[in-house]
Nanobody, 122 residues
Framework: QVQLEESGGGLMQAGGSLRLSCAASGRSFSFRAVGWFRRAPGKEREFVAAISWTGSSTYYTDSVKGRFTISRDNAKNTVYLQMNSLKPEDTAVYYC???????????????WGQGTQVTVSS
């Protein structure tokens, strides 16, 4: 069973920055696009960003374009999400998963990690 582990969350003031990390067991991310998702309190999980296997293609939801950057280190089997200019509306639990589909927005694995909490105060 695939194990996904997210880390790097925390409490930040608006305008601050955080870098999230996502690691998968074994070679679960090999030759796969990987995406970040988030679930805000009382809301459904939503797509945030995705990156292709080679890193040559990236996709972002409109609300984070220009502020978040997704990247990956395939040698470390790790994907990152650099979040700058954080806003209170970015407050959510952030998750990662392999992805496919249009704009790589569909999660592949049924099991999710525990996520990492990001809280942005105004």
């Amino acid at each position: 069973q695939v194990q996904l582990e997210e880390s790097g969350g925390g409490l930040m003031q608006a305008g601050g920055s955080l870098r999230l990390s996502c690691a998968a067991s074994g070679r679960s991310f090999s030759f796969r696009a990987v995406g970040w998702f988030r679930r805000a309190p009382g809301k459904e999980r939503e797509f945030v960003a995705a990156i292709s296997w080679t890193g040559s293609s990236t996709y972002y939801t409109d609300s984070v374009k220009g502020r978040f950057t997704i990247s990956r280190d395939n040698a470390k089997n790790t994907v990152y999400l650099q979040m700058n200019s954080l806003k209170p509306e970015d407050t959510a639990v952030y998750y990662c998963n392999a992805v496919n589909g249009i704009a790589y927005s569909n999660p592949v694995f049924d099991s999710w990690g525990q996520g990492t909490q990001v809280t942005v105060s105004s």
